[in-house]
């Protein structure tokens, strides 16, 4: 993609508050002159970098308590996303080393696909899940996100997500 067309996704997805039906209508205008899956993953580094930058402002002020699910958890879902609990979804499981969340929560990105006749598993898969990873990762490198597909919006009535500590430091 040239400079131009990445500026203009950039451009739409800061301006995509709450409403991400014109970001995906670029995102589809692009694909007609670029691939879906390369405009896609020029999304995916804009969400990435936002994240990234949320991270490096709020970082001090994240409690440290020694649970790195935990703090990873209410980072994530609580202090970036907003979501609180019994209103947004559940948590369906905790153990030592996992989460599993369910959430029903208002989705701009579910809102869009299904407005637009785009696959929420293609644009979840693509766009959104590395950067929970990346942010997940700054937290503790021992987090692995993952999201159970088979269960996700609007072919489930919540999307499924898990988050794991691995139980030794990466590379070791």
């Not at 205008?29 to 990435?48: F, G, K, N, P, T």
Request: hydrophobic share 35%.
């Amino acid at each position: 993609m040239n400079e131009a067309d990445r500026r203009l996704i950039q451009e739409q997805y800061e301006a995509s508050r709450g409403d991400s039906t014109g970001l995906f209508e670029t995102v589809l205008a692009l694909a007609r002159e670029y691939s879906l899956d390369e405009v896609l993953a020029c999304l995916e580094e804009c969400v990435v970098a936002r994240r990234i930058a949320w991270y490096e402002r709020n970082a001090c002020s994240f409690p440290h308590s020694g649970d790195a699910l935990m703090d990873g958890y209410q980072a994530f879902y609580e202090h970036y996303l907003g979501l609180s609990l019994p209103e947004d979804g559940e948590i369906v499981e905790v153990t030592p080393g996992r989460i599993v969340t369910r959430w029903w929560n208002r989705c701009p990105t579910l809102e869009a696909c299904q407005k637009l006749g785009l696959d929420t598993i293609r644009v979840c898969r693509q766009v959104y899940h590395r950067p929970v990873q990346v942010l997940l990762e700054r937290i503790d490198p021992r987090l692995r996100f993952d999201r159970n597909y088979a269960s996700l919006r609007p072919n489930a009535p919540y999307c499924e997500e898990i988050i794991e500590l691995e139980s030794r430091q990466p590379g070791r």
